[in-house]
């Protein structure tokens, strides 16, 4: 009872991160806007907060991945596990270049390099990581996350820099390039975190939600105290804004993502780590394990179908599709962003999802021959 306690409490998180992941996609579909959410000269608080809970996302599934590992490895091995995460990493970043980067655009003009990404390089770099003792481990996520803000101030369009530390644009040739929103250096260390914290699953539940609990308000603390001061750990000082309380707490939380910075990373990791272990605790939530259990089916469809439900919505309501990027992106005539809309389109995107994942669950029962292990058909 207590083990799928353990395991259900990641499956859960899992599927809420994944859930407030297609909050944020959705709101890049049904609710385009010329400000960016976290711009305080320019956006309102709820659309803040709507974008900075999504911030949960990407910290949360890495490091879970790294946790999944280690639990991964202490059935089967360390052989089998190096294996696994080699040619899983290859599958994701594949998957990332191709159907991904198009599923985004509906063209290839660009291959974006994103979540995926970082997850696939993460693999391959724990692929060699599981072989080192533990100890080991830990201090390399520690040297990879603690310092990579001193090395902010370097600013270069070289590829190998935008792959490791600087979110940017490579132009490749003619009009491809490379985009890499996701640089590796942070992001590697936080998958080996993750698979550091993997004994703790292994500790009897009182004493590993006592931890979870603890670690949590630790890095919260962390948090305060390095922005309290704009000592270290974010490229983005923050600052009292002169329009009450709600903003300056606005600002104090507002971190930089791209790449994560350190107390980016605090802030966030310390809320998952406390719902880690306040899930071990409550029943499961059928929604959240259906999500987090089937994780891989999830991302690579939901992104294509956001994207193209919003046609026909701007098409109907509005008689024509958001155009262009940045540097020169327009709207239809007559569209105001609305957190009404993305919020209702996101509810309906998750029921289809919902709806989606359980008819794949039964065609792949169905599809997977008796004779076959269970753990063949796990995702």
Known sequence: MENRSRLASIDMLRGLVIVLMALD???DYFGPALFDP????????LWFATRWITHLCASTFVL???????????????????????????????????????SWQFGYNVTIFQVLWALGMGMIFLA?????????????????????????SIQSNHPLWLLWHQRGFWPVAGNYGVYVAYP??????????????GPVFKWDAARRQRFLLLAGAALLLVFAVLRSGNFYGDPDPWSAQGRGFVWDFISFIRVHKYPPSLLYLCVTIGIALPLLAW?????????????????MFFYVVHIAM????????????????????PAGFTLPKGYEPSLAVVYAAWVVMVAIMYGLTRLWLRW?????????PAAAAST
């Open 25 to 27: 996609h959705t709101r």
């Open 128 to 152: 060699g990581l599981v072989w080192l003792p533990m100890p080991a481990i830990a201090g390399i996520a520690a040297l990879l996350i603690v310092p990579h803000n001193l090395l902010d």
């Open 364 to 372: 792949r029962k169905r599809s997977t021959p008796p004779s076959a």
């Open 38 to 45: 976290e711009d305080l000269a320019k956006t309102t608080p």
């Open 306 to 325: 956001i994207h193209f439900l919003a046609g026909p919505y701007f098409l109907l309501r509005f008689g024509g599709l958001p155009d262009g990027g």
């Open 184 to 197: 590796l250096m942070p992001w590697l260390g936080l998958i080996a975190a993750g698979y550091a914290l």
């Open 279 to 295: 899930f071990e605790r409550i029943r499961p939530v059928p929604l959240l394990m259906l999500f987090g259990g089937t994780p």
């Open 64 to 102: 879970l991945a790294g946790t999944s590992a280690f639990l991964r490895g202490a059935k089967g091995g360390i052989p089998a596990l190096s294996r696994y995460l080699f040619t899983r990493g290859l599958l994701l970043i594949v998957l990332e270049a191709t159907w991904i980067s198009f």
